[in-house]
Nanobody, 118 residues
């Protein structure tokens, strides 16, 4: 069973930056597409960034130009560099394997809270 553990969240002022880490078990990050999702209070979980097994990346429009997804296969870790943060980025961030634009698994890691103050 693949495990995902997210870290790196925190409280930051608008305009600030954070880097999130997603540690995955096994060789998942080098073989499969991995995505960062987020869920704000009373909102649906949404996919914000994907890194495919080819290395290509996809972003939702609201984060384009501000977020960068990357991976280090040797560490089985996927990162999300978030710059120019906005209060609307406030959410719990999760990672998961992605198939198309949907999570491959219906279980989630603990997530990491990102709070952006105005």
């Amino acid at each position: 069973q693949v495990q995902f553990v997210e870290s790196g969240g925190g409280l930051v002022q608008a305009g600030g930056s954070l880097r999130l880490s997603c540690a995955a078990s096994g060789s998942t990050v080098s073989i499969y597409s991995i995505g960062w999702f987020r869920q704000a209070p009373e909102k649906q979980r949404e996919l914000v960034a994907t890194i495919r097994n080819t290395g290509s990346t996809v972003y939702t429009d609201s984060v384009k130009g501000r977020f960068t997804i990357s991976r280090v296969n040797a560490k089985s870790t996927v990162y999300l560099q978030m710059n120019s943060l906005k209060p609307e980025d406030t959410a719990v961030y999760y990672c998961n394997q992605v198939i198309g634009s949907r999570p491959a698994y219906d279980y989630w890691g603990p997530g990491t809270q990102v709070t952006v103050s105005s």
